[in-house]
Each structure stands twice: as structure tokens, then as C-alpha cells.
């Protein structure tokens, strides 16, 4: 109850900051909420940004950039374009102002009360970090260490700090913040009910620290192998890793939010499973594919309807694309054929065929108008009150699972395949596939993702022990020796289904899928290959700033800040991101 309390305060109090954040940053007068307030505020709006221009970002255009999705009639749209989006200013403005805030607040108390709110403020700093992370590695270099000086310090032009120094610096602080946590103090304050996350814990706030730290070795191996090195081996010295799905950064809202309605989501054009995402996971009978997945209407009675069986299309194989992908409860069988990817290649001879795919929704028609291709799980992405035609109102809430204990786990398996540690690659590839397993499943119930496809209705349906073993038993899966670190990254690469920008970063820096592969393969988008962004153009600042943001566009070699053609947010490439292959290559 306290912790409704004090967000219910903060929502009032706060709501007047961001229409006016000019005269918050510069007024030290206004009255704010108690600290521990505006850490929950922070977390907060951490998930409930979804809800505006970053849908857009992150679950149209990076999932169609890293193949998760198909934009339109096999991407026929303007697919490649960018624009600055809104993380950005929802970590100026929301998240690392009132962190911010709240660490001046109680930097002004005496001694024994800063000890007293020590765990709290180290909790803050892993969190703006974390949320730092993943500003720097689509701005690059951005204000970071004066960002938040402008209402205590009058500072209205931050420097730019460069992306190389942000991330040394956020290593810096995420040890001092474990240093905070760490810390035997005698007399804490209790910010359990404060805290989505983790109910005040300081040990998995120390794992999730580790984890932080882990994800930025990932952006240095191509431009700081050293310091890579170095922080893999702190990380893993320190011993303190996500053991179990318990301790992944999880934010669950409960009933207060199911997600946005989804109007920004298909703005450019509805979005359809990618064929080759959907044929590698039907090869693999991967059980998340009913989760990430909608089935067509391509049910027996469809079928039936069809005069002569023979009129349909030939992208719906009833005759071989028979394999059972799995049983619902009520007992029927969900052949290979109920799940079509729509393909990513503008020149796939088959798009301009009349009829072969036709592109409708339409989950109450039986026949030959069924649904045919599959679309994204909608309430899994887009909003888990969605409601197909005829079902009642769902109950699920939205659930963000921000930093993964899967994740980690394939990090460390990639870690060990490269050299970069010891342990046994196999055991920890194992267990991320079981998590990523486990979470889908959690996320499938929390958010109901009941659906209706040819005017019936499917019931959500967990990923059984069964499944799961035989999906573990698979050999086209299993580390054997043959392409291990592509299968890290293809696991990693699925994993990353519900974080879509992690999705796009990991293709950059990995070169997988890849192009040709034997596994799961990227498709060509064009002929010639459409030069995809590799980074989001930074917001103009206003007038007071803009000299330095121009000579921070300069520094790092961007012709002109205002060109966000994409050819030059392909070319012109951030400082992490430098030497990195060339997407669909698999060169690292």
C-alpha cells in the first residue's frame, strides 16, 4: 500500500515537471516527493514509455531490421528510415533527472542519513546506468556526466561527453554503486515497497550490476579488447551472476498497464512473421514459436471449405509442411502449414503472384479469406488487452523483462567459446535456453495471450517440461563442435524476440543470422542490399546547446548532424560500433 501511495503522489507531483522541464531544471525551489518516490517513478517509466514513440523504435522498425517481423508486402515501405525516437528524452527528462534529484536530496542530509539511504542510491545508479547503456548505444556520444546539472548547477549546455569515456564511466559506477551495496551498515533504509524490481534487495541488485557490466564488455570487443577482458574477468572473479530467472530485471506493473494500443506499430504498414525466423523455428520445433507467433486460419474446416483443395496456394503446403509443431489441450494438432513467415526479400518472385500470399487479417472468416499469414502475437507486443473479434476483454498485464538471466547465460557461453573465460560453454548455453524457455512461458500467462484465428478461440497453452526437453535434445541446437557460437548467437538472437533493439545490436557486432547460413539465415532485403541505419540520429538540442552538439557530430565524423539519409546512418558509424562486420556477414 505505501509504495501505491507514494506513486499515486508522485504521478500528480511529477506530471507539472514534464510539461514545464525547463523551469524544473533551473527552479531548486519546486517541492518533490520523498526520495524513494522518485526512484519508483524511474522505474516506472521505464516500462511505460513503451506506450509512445518508442514503440515505434523499437517493435516496428528494429524488428524489421532484424528480421523478426516483415513491414508491409514483404517490406515494400521505406523500411530503412529512423527517426530520433523518445528514449532519448525519456532518460533525460524522466529517468536520470529524478535519480538525479533524489541523490542531491539526500546528499543534503547529515552523514549518518546519507549511510542510512547508501543502498538506495547505489540501487539508482545501477538503474541510470543500465538505462545509460542503452542511450550511448544507438546516440553515441551524448551529455552524460553534466546532463543532469542544469536545475542545482545552472548548467543549460552539457558537454558531450564521447561514447569510449561514458562507458568507462559507467563501469566506474556501477563498482561504486556495488561498493554501496556491499557495505555492512547497520541502520538501512527499507525500499522494498519502493522498488519494482527487486523489493530493496541488495544482492540482486549486485547481480544485475554485474550483468550491466557484462553487456558493455559485449560493445568492446572490436575497439577496446582489453577492457573487455578486464571486465568479463572482474565480473566473473566477483562470482555474483544471475542464478535463476528470480533475478532478472523484471518490472510488473500488475493491472495498472497493458501496453499501448499499437497505432504507432503498423503506421507504415502491418507487420507479418519473417519467413526465415518462422521455417528455423518450425525446423527446430521451437515451442516460443506459438508465443511469438500468431497460427493462420488455415484450420481443418478452412480446408474443407475450399471447393477443390488444389486452389490453395502453394505458401500453404497442406501436403508437406505437415510436421505436428505441437497438440493444444483440446486435442488437435497444429501442423507445420498453420505457421507462414511472410519473406523479407522485396524480390522474391512469388510476391508479385496474384493470390499467393494474401495479406489479411481476418480472425473470424473461415474459407479461402482465412488468415494466412501468421502476424506477430499481439498481445505479447503490443497490447494485452487486445481483443480479437468476438473474445472478451482480456485480464493480463503487460510485463517487461529488461535484462534476462538467458542473456546472461549466453553471454558467458560466448565468453568461454572465445577465450575470454573459463567454465563449461555448454552448461551455460543449456541453462539460457531453459531460462528463455521458462520466461516466454511466464510472459504467455501473465499477459493471456488467448487468441482467435478462423472464428476460434485459442487458449494460452504454457510451454510444457516435455517440450522443453525434446527442444534441448534437438541436434540441430546442441553445442557438438560444428558453428557452437553461432548457435550462442542464434539462441542469444531469439532471446532477444521481446527486446528487439538488444536483437539489432547483437546482428551488429556479431554479424549473425548470416547471410547463406545452414541455421537460422538472414535474408536479403533488396537487390541491391538496403544500407540499414547502424545508429539513431541525436535530437537537435535547443539554441542554448547547439555549438556543442554540432562539434560532438563533427568529433565523431558525421557529415552533417541533420543528414539522416540511410546510407550515411550506415557509414557513419558510432565509436563501439567502428569495427564491427557488416550485418549478415557472420564476422565475429
Not at 18 to 39: H, K, R
Not at 44 to 64: A, D, L, R
Not at 110 to 133: D, H, M, T, W
Not at 479 to 486: A, F, P, V
Amino acid at each position: 500500500m505505501k509504495k501505491v501511495i507514494y506513486l499515486a503522489i508522485s504521478l500528480v507531483l511529477l506530471v507539472s515537471c514534464d510539461e514545464d522541464f525547463a523551469s524544473l531544471n533551473t527552479d531548486p525551489d519546486i517541492g518533490v516527493p520523498p526520495p524513494e518516490t522518485l526512484f519508483t517513478y524511474a522505474q516506472k517509466e521505464m516500462v511505460t514509455y513503451k506506450g509512445g514513440g518508442e514503440w515505434y523504435h523499437e517493435n516496428h522498425q528494429k524488428m524489421t531490421w532484424a528480421q523478426y517481423l516483415v513491414q508491409g508486402n514483404a517490406n515494400d515501405s521505406d523500411v530503412n528510415t529512423i527517426l530520433p525516437g523518445s528514449k532519448y528524452s525519456t532518460f533525460y527528462i524522466t529517468v536520470l533527472n529524478h535519480l538525479n534529484e533524489m541523490r542531491v536530496q539526500i546528499a543534503t542530509l547529515s552523514e549518518e542519513e546519507q549511510k542510512f539511504y547508501q543502498k538506495l542510491v547505489g540501487a539508482s545508479e545501477i538503474l541510470q546506468a543500465f538505462f545509460a547503456l542503452r542511450i550511448t548505444d544507438q546516440y553515441g556520444d551524448v551529455p552524460y556526466s553534466q546532463a543532469a546539472d542544469g536545475r542545482r548547477e545552472g548548467v543549460l549546455d552539457p558537454d558531450y561527453d564521447k561514447q569510449e569515456a561514458i562507458l568507462d564511466q559507467l563501469v566506474e559506477e556501477l563498482n561504486n554503486a556495488i561498493d554501496k551495496m556491499d557495505e555492512n551498515i547497520e541502520n538501512n533504509f527499507d525500499f522494498s515497497s519502493s522498488d519494482l524490481a527487486y523489493q530493496g534487495d541488495a544482492t540482486k541488485w549486485v547481480k544485475l550490476a554485474n550483468a550491466v557490466k557484462l553487456r558493455i564488455a559485449t560493445r568492446l570487443f572490436t575497439q577496446n579488447e582489453s577492457k573487455a577482458r578486464e571486465i568479463i574477468s572482474s565480473v566473473t572473479t566477483d562470482g555474483r551472476l544471475f542464478e535463476s530467472n528470480d533475478d532478472q530485471l523484471t518490472i510488473d506493473l500488475g493491472g495498472t498497464y497493458r501496453g499501448s494500443a499499437g497505432a504507432d506499430f503498423e503506421w507504415k504498414g502491418v507487420m507479418w512473421a519473417a519467413e526465415p525466423m518462422v521455417e528455423f523455428m518450425k525446423s527446430t520445433a521451437d515451442p516460443r514459436i506459438r508465443i511469438f507467433y500468431e497460427p493462420n486460419g488455415y484450420t481443418q474446416e478452412t480446408i474443407d471449405a475450399f471447393e477443390d483443395p488444389s486452389n490453395i496456394s502453394p505458401a500453404v503446403d497442406i501436403d508437406n509442411d505437415t510436421e505436428v509443431l505441437y497438440t493444444t489441450e483440446e486435442g488437435e494438432d497444429i501442423l507445420g502449414y498453420r505457421y507462414i513467415g511472410l519473406p523479407t526479400f522485396r524480390n522474391d518472385p512469388n510476391i508479385g503472384i496474384p493470390d499467393y500470399y494474401l495479406y489479411q487479417d481476418q480472425p473470424n472468416t473461415i474459407g479461402n479469406n482465412a488468415t494466412m499469414l501468421s502476424k506477430y502475437n499481439r498481445r505479447l507486443l503490443q497490447n494485452c488487452g487486445f481483443r480479437y473479434g468476438g473474445l472478451p476483454e482480456p485480464e493480463g498485464n503487460y510485463v517487461d523483462v529488461m535484462l534476462s538471466y538467458a542473456e546472461v547465460c549466453f553471454m558467458m557461453s560466448e565468453f568461454i567459446l572465445k577465450g575470454y573465460a573459463t567454465g563449461d560453454a555448454t552448461d551455460w548455453y543449456t541453462r539460457g535456453i531453459e531460462s528463455s524457455l521458462q520466461t516466454y512461458t511466464m510472459l504467455g500467462e501473465k499477459q493471456d495471450l488467448t487468441l482467435r484465428v478462423a472464428d476460434k478461440e485459442y487458449p494460452y497453452q504454457p510451454i510444457s517440461e516435455t517440450e522443453m526437453a525434446n527442444y534441448l535434445s534437438n541436434p540441430t541446437i546442441q553445442l557438438n563442435g560444428t558453428d557452437d557460437l553461432e548457435k550462442v548467437y542464434i539462441q542469444q538472437f531469439l532471446n532477444f524476440y521481446r527486446l528487439p533493439d538488444e536483437g539489432w545490436i547483437l546482428s551488429m557486432r556479431t554479424g549473425y543470422p548470416k547471410y547463406g547460413s545452414s541455421l537460422l539465415a538472414r535474408s536479403p532485403i533488396d537487390t541491391p542490399e538496403i544500407p540499414f541505419p547502424r545508429r539513431i540520429p541525436t535530437p537537435e538540442p535547443g539554441d542554448l546547446n547547439v555549438a556543442k552538439w554540432l562539434q560532438a557530430n563533427s568529433d565523431q565524423g558525421f557529415t552533417s548532424p541533420r543528414d539522416e539519409s540511410p546510407i550515411a546512418l550506415n557509414s557513419q558509424r558510432l565509436w563501439w560500433d567502428l569495427n564491427n562486420p557488416t550485418v549478415g556477414s557472420g564476422g565475429n
